[in-house]
């Protein structure tokens, strides 16, 4: 599937399955807004590079035979994206809401667990998604029938 | 005296590296890449039978680098300038700044947000309008048993691809299935 296509289906999805974990999870002495805004930002940031960036490096957007194993490069792949979003969203978080006085280490060890555990449900979902080939089977009939 | 004599010689080096420096070959100009090779013999590759997203004839699409030996590969080894590399890493430097001048940014933040964020929109219009598929999905088709294609068939050799594709025109897809449904063949 064209990636581009993908980016804002991809980045809803994430959004939806994220949000609510960050405005449950993150430390009561972030207010609402900030916590909707972490839901959408945060993703923001780091989603270009996991949709876009890290699928060519890892020969995944235009998958060319000669590159070798194409399960193992996902695999490879999925390593590297599950890592870096929710490391640099932690660093995110930290620059822009962390460096105000009196944050203690407990809030901030659990924002950073709300953003892992965030992270760690959008993925799960996703592969559960891919695992059952939700969108061949289920969203491309659909968006078809919209066109028809 | 010396001075005369020292700046004769540094006139006459002048004009012996310049005369040299005129006479110098010409560097050997790099080898034209050759056009790639057409790749021969029995492979395995992906295969996949799809209805296409307009009526016309069956095509039998197959992507270049299956027929090419070496032809500039995709992907990891298109380097730091592969379209996505730079628009990912675009889009992502535009909304990390965005959110930050939104958060710190005082009396001109909102500007240099929305500034950014068309930023980021023209960015994911460019490469969008550069790297759109056509707005049709294509789906898979499966053959029902004892159907047949005779006739025509064109041949599509694609830029960039993953495997060969066979399109299958909607109306067959639809007598296919009719097919498998009543048992019977149906003309398109």
Known sequence: MNLWIFFPIGYTFTVLVETPILLLLLSRRHPLSRRLFAGFWLTLCTYPIVVLVLPAAFGLATPDPSLGDLEFRRIAYLVVAETFAPVAECVLFYVAFHSEPGVTRGEMARDFAAIVLANLASFGLGELIYATDWFQNVAAPWLRSLGT | ?188
């Open chain 2, 1 to 188: 005296m010396t001075l005369c004599r020292n700046l004769l010689a540094v006139a006459v080096a002048l004009v012996i590296a310049s005369a040299a420096g005129a006479n110098e070959a010409v560097p050997p100009q790099p080898p034209k890449p050759a056009a790639p090779a057409l790749k021969l013999g029995l492979r395995e590759v992906p295969f996949q039978v799809m209805a296409a997203p307009r009526d016309g004839e069956i095509t039998l699409v197959v992507p270049a680098n299956l027929l090419q030996e070496a032809a500039g590969k995709q992907g990891a080894d298109a380097g730091f300038l592969h379209p996505l590399f730079l628009s990912g890493v675009a889009l992502t430097l535009a909304f990390v700044t965005g959110g930050f001048v939104l958060l710190r940014g005082g009396r001109h933040g909102k500007t240099i947000a929305a500034a950014t964020v068309l930023v980021a929109a023209l960015v994911v219009g460019y490469a969008a309008q550069a790297n759109i598929a056509p707005p049709a999905i294509p789906y898979p088709v499966k053959f029902p048993t004892g159907v047949r294609f005779d006739g025509k068939l064109f041949l599509e050799v694609a830029p960039e691809g993953t495997g060969v594709k066979l399109l299958v025109p909607p109306s067959r897809v639809i007598a296919m299935e009719k097919m498998a449904e009543t048992g019977k063949e149906v003309k398109p």
